[in-house]
């Protein structure tokens, strides 16, 4: 429930990326989960899954980004650093996030919260508004980050939208 939002791995629709895709699939499954070489930034850890082992640099919207302020990795952006790990702008989103889903449960571990929030806030800042049901896989290294900062026990990972 406090994962990432997510979409599809491919992010090119071109019939020659989704060939390359399925061909390294089907040749090596779980190759992005033998190690980090698919990662452009340096950043990205192995994730549990294959369509989590994606690196900023594979996303344009986030490509786009790193390319024009000069970094390696989205993850050093001061307006993610600004917005996404600093618990005092979380604590402020925390408060329209109670508004808007109802109060959290005593028991509810506030990491878990906060990366829900800190998930919600970089994607408003990427994309924006994606709507309900619209999903975006977030980059390894990113998803690293806030895990880093608001560590659990135990993680959901990304999960598909349920069909309506």
Same mark, same amino acid.
């Given at each position: 429930m406090f994962q990432p939002p997510a979409e599809c791995v491919n992010q090119e629709n071109s019939p020659q990326s989704r060939e390359e895709s399925e061909s390294d699939t089907e040749d090596n499954p779980g190759h992005? =989960?033998? +190690?980090?070489i698919w990662c452009? #930034?340096? &950043?990205?850890?192995?994730?549990?899954?294959? !369509?989590?082992?994606? #690196? #900023? &640099?594979e996303i344009p919207a986030i490509d786009h980004i790193r390319d024009s302020f000069g970094i390696e990795c989205i993850t050093q952006h =001061?307006? @993610?650093?600004d917005n996404c790990?600093?618990?005092?702008? %979380?604590?402020?989103? %925390?408060?329209?996030?109670? =508004? &808007?889903?109802?109060?959290?449960?005593?028991?509810?571990p506030i990491n878990e919260v906060y990366r829900y929030v800190a998930y919600r806030r970089f994607v408003l800042w990427v994309w924006q508004r %994606?709507?309900? +049901?619209?999903?975006?896989? %977030?980059? !390894?290294?990113?998803?690293?980050?806030?895990?880093?900062? @608001?560590? &659990?026990?135990?993680y959901t990972g990304f999960k598909y939208p349920r069909p309506i």
């Amino acid at each position: 429930m406090f994962q990432p939002p997510a979409e599809c791995v491919n992010q090119e629709n071109s019939p020659q990326s989704r060939e390359e895709s399925e061909s390294d699939t089907e040749d090596n499954p779980g190759h992005r =989960q033998n +190690g980090t070489i698919w990662c452009e #930034c340096g &950043s990205c850890e192995v994730m549990p899954t294959e !369509a989590e082992c994606i #690196c #900023c &640099s594979e996303i344009p919207a986030i490509d786009h980004i790193r390319d024009s302020f000069g970094i390696e990795c989205i993850t050093q952006h =001061q307006t @993610f650093i600004d917005n996404c790990l600093n618990i005092r702008v %979380l604590e402020v989103n %925390l408060y329209d996030y109670i =508004q &808007s889903d109802g109060p959290i449960d005593d028991n509810e571990p506030i990491n878990e919260v906060y990366r829900y929030v800190a998930y919600r806030r970089f994607v408003l800042w990427v994309w924006q508004r %994606l709507g309900k +049901g619209n999903r975006k896989i %977030l980059p !390894a290294c990113v998803v690293s980050k806030i895990r880093d900062t @608001f560590p &659990s026990e135990e993680y959901t990972g990304f999960k598909y939208p349920r069909p309506i």
